[in-house]
């Protein structure tokens, strides 16, 4: 068989064929609801908002996202795309709980590396943006050699899958199953148990969306009103490298025992059906 040795671009979650220790639900439901709240009353500390009741909020935002993860890993295309919806919500209520602004007044739905941005209480309902990062990862793998979309599994799973055709995926030396790379699944048909293998990285895939609407989006939003050359970027395109810049510094400085081990850790544990 054809070796592929893709580079995995930074913040990406390649899952080896050893398996990590998965978390216990206890540890996937109290890290959510803690993730949620911690990172809402952080933002909240920069935009004059309350942050106890951003804690509060955006930890009821953190337990919504993690019934949405739970529910797009079940089988069949309409848990999925319900789980996506509900993930979503979760996720906008983090957000939003960040702003010091009604749970609800901004809504965010990702298909593929577009948003569908819906806000119920503006003059302007519905806004579209699109994700610079994102797209690029999705034509990298659609015009890589041996890689080919699966349009079943992508419809059937809300993220875009690509196989890996009788190739293997190598990083440094290291065979891996597959990998993520928001909105992407791209996985080595050598893999034994695809369907598990799916869930594990469409987890990870959720875990990204929620990092950039709720870190990433937020920081880059800061980065425009500061940087002269910004105002050339139209708004509806958003960069997308703030999230997994820092998941990939934070992995440096941790050394990989930080946050890719949580991650990681919840991927395995959600994956298990």
Not at 5 to 18: F, N, S
Not at 189 to 210: G, L, N, Y
Request: glycine share 10%; charged share 20%; no cysteine.
């Amino acid at each position: 068989a054809a070796m592929l040795a893709p580079a995995v671009p930074a913040g990406a979650h390649p899952q080896p064929r050893r398996d990590p220790r998965p978390a216990t639900s206890a540890e996937v439901i109290g890290g959510n609801v803690l993730f949620g709240g911690l990172i809402a009353a952080g933002r909240a500390l920069f935009t004059d908002a309350d942050p106890l009741r951003a804690f509060a909020i955006g930890a009821l935002g953190g337990a919504v996202y993690l019934a949405g993860k739970n529910l797009a890993v079940e089988p069949g295309a309409a848990n999925a795309w319900a789980g996506l919806v509900l993930a979503s919500t979760g996720t906008a209520v983090v957000a939003n709980a960040g702003r010091g602004v009604h749970p609800l007044a901004e809504l965010s739905l990702p298909l593929a590396s577009a948003r569908l941005r819906v806000t119920p209480f503006g003059a302007r309902k519905i806004r579209f943006a699109v994700n610079l990062l994102e797209t690029a990862v999705i034509i990298q793998h659609s015009v890589t050699d041996g890689v080919e979309i699966d349009w079943d599994r992508s419809l059937g799973s809300g993220s875009v899958v690509f196989f890996a055709q009788e190739k293997r995926i190598l990083l440094d030396g290291e065979e891996y199953g597959g990998f993520a790379v928001a909105p992407t699944v791209l996985i080595s048909t050598f893999v034994p148990d695809t369907a598990r293998m799916i869930r594990h990285e469409v987890v990870h895939v959720h875990q990204q969306w929620f990092l950039h609407e709720s870190v990433g989006r937020p920081i880059e939003a800061a980065l425009r009103k500061r940087l002269k050359f910004a105002r050339y970027v139209p708004k509806w395109l958003e960069i997308g490298l703030v999230a997994p810049g820092l998941l990939a510094f934070e992995n440096w400085a941790s050394r990989g025992n930080g946050m890719k081990q949580v991650l990681e850790a919840e991927a395995e544990r959600l994956e298990r059906r």
